[in-house]
């Protein structure tokens, strides 16, 4: 099946510092073709263990929708993109109605479309 007749979608999530520029890394990762959407949700407050020691931070969570045949594209361009020594990547699988599902996979390897409001 091909990638545009497949409804297979991935969620991937990262998340940024609040004061990070989110936008700008979203649209390299959507003009690349490595994620049909990303959705910047507002700053929240992280709390985590980081070398022996409990952090708490300011951040945004990134929400991206790929094809699960882009995840690792995307994961080595995150790598590059993302100012964290270990950027959170976190891979969610997930059913697509069939319009979506293809709408994402013609996002990430063909010609642009217009796509659904995300």
Not at 7 to 18: K, P, Q, R
Not at 25 to 48: F, K
Not at 51 to 75: F, G, H, N, S
Request: charged share 25%; aromatic share 6%.
């Amino acid at each position: 099946m091909s990638a545009a007749a497949d409804s297979s979608v991935v969620i991937v999530l990262t998340t940024l510092g609040a004061s990070a520029d989110a936008a700008s890394l979203a649209r390299t990762l959507v003009e690349e073709r490595l994620a049909a959407c990303v959705n910047i949700l507002p700053p929240m407050t992280s709390c985590y263990r980081w070398k022996d020691a409990i952090e708490e931070d300011r951040e945004q969570q990134l929400v991206m929708k790929t094809t699960p045949e882009r995840v690792d594209a995307l994961a080595r361009r995150l790598r590059e993109l993302h100012p964290y020594e270990l950027p959170e990547f976190i891979v969610l699988d997930a059913k697509a109605s069939d319009a979506y599902g293809t709408w994402v996979g013609e996002s990430i390897s063909g010609p642009a479309k217009a796509g659904p409001h995300n």
